[in-house]
């Protein structure tokens, strides 16, 4: 190939590119809002273009090209998406269905587990949440009682559950914890 055909090449690759680039962001756009995989999908739309280029002499034949080639992208990726969270929710029946196989005494072990969980919280932390969550006390009444802003109470709160929530989590109890309440509701 001489140098002439490359540079023709990459010629007319620039002015599709040029030509294209807002129609194929926009098309893309319409699909997903997500932009780092709208400028991954757009590379690998271009990569493959490039690849083809050396049959493209004039840049209206390479349009049709770039939108095939951007839709099989966009079926490709959403395929995958499907089957990953196919394989998720599956594996998330089976550990339900384990969970809820589990002994009649399970639900007293969960409780066990939450109140192990609240006595490991910081001591402000534990005093909000059980304030609230067991004396039912307002977010203002927690403030007057422990002369603190009613946002310090606030902040205190959001940490008890999310302190919480990682150390069910961890422990695989967050879901028994609320099996064993709806139970007993």
Known sequence: MSDTATY???????????ASRDRLYNYLH???????????LMQQCYLKVWERMDGIYDVEN????????????????????MKEDMAWLETMKEEVTQLLATPAESPRASLQALDAAIAQLPDNCRLVYLLHREEGLSYREISFRMSISVSMVEKHMSKAIRLLKNDLITNC???????AVNKLL
Do not use: S
Request: charged share 35%; aromatic share 6%.
């Open 8 to 18: 023709d090449k990459e010629l007319v690759f620039t002015r599709l590119y040029h």
């Open 62 to 81: 390479a349009l049709p090209l770039l939108k095939t080639i951007a839709r099989r992208q966009l079926i490709d990726v959403i395929r995958k998406r």
């Open 30 to 40: 319409n699909y997903t809002r997500d932009t780092h995989l709208l400028k991954d």
């Open 173 to 179: 109890e967050l879901l028994l914890v609320l099996v």
